[in-house]
């Protein structure tokens, strides 16, 4: 069973920094995708950044230039650095990981981290 244990979030002010870090219980050479999401209060979840099955990374285009996803494969975990963070990127932010294989395809899911940005 796959666990993904996030940390790093908590209150900061607009203009600040916060860095993501997400652990994955095994080898993150297992996933075909590995990223962020995040849900803000009353609104859908959504692609924040993944790293993609090309080796490639998808940003969305809110946070594109002041987000930054990395991964160290030796501590099996993916990061977010967050900069110039604005309220509106305030919201629980969940790393994904998708798993492709001969029963289909398996998504994993974090338990969720709270970045609050006060203005």
């Known amino acids: 069973q796959v666990q993904l244990v996030e940390s790093g979030g908590g209150l900061v002010q607009a203009g600040g920094s916060l860095r993501l870090s997400c652990a994955a219980s095994?080898?993150?050479?297992?996933?075909?995708?590995m990223g962020w999401y995040r849900q803000a209060p009353g609104k859908q979840r959504e692609l924040v950044t993944t790293f993609t099955s090309d080796g490639g990374t998808d940003y969305a285009d809110s946070v594109k230039g002041r987000f930054t996803i990395s991964r160290d494969n030796a501590k099996n975990t993916v990061y977010l650095q967050m900069n110039s963070l604005k309220p509106e990127d305030t919201a629980v932010y969940y790393c994904?990981?998708?798993?492709?294989?001969?029963?289909?395809?398996?998504?994993?899911w974090g338990q969720g981290t709270q970045v609050t940005v006060s203005s």
């Open positions: 994904n990981a998708v798993e492709v294989g001969s029963g289909g395809v398996i998504a994993y």
């Open positions: 095994g080898s993150i050479f297992r996933f075909n995708a």
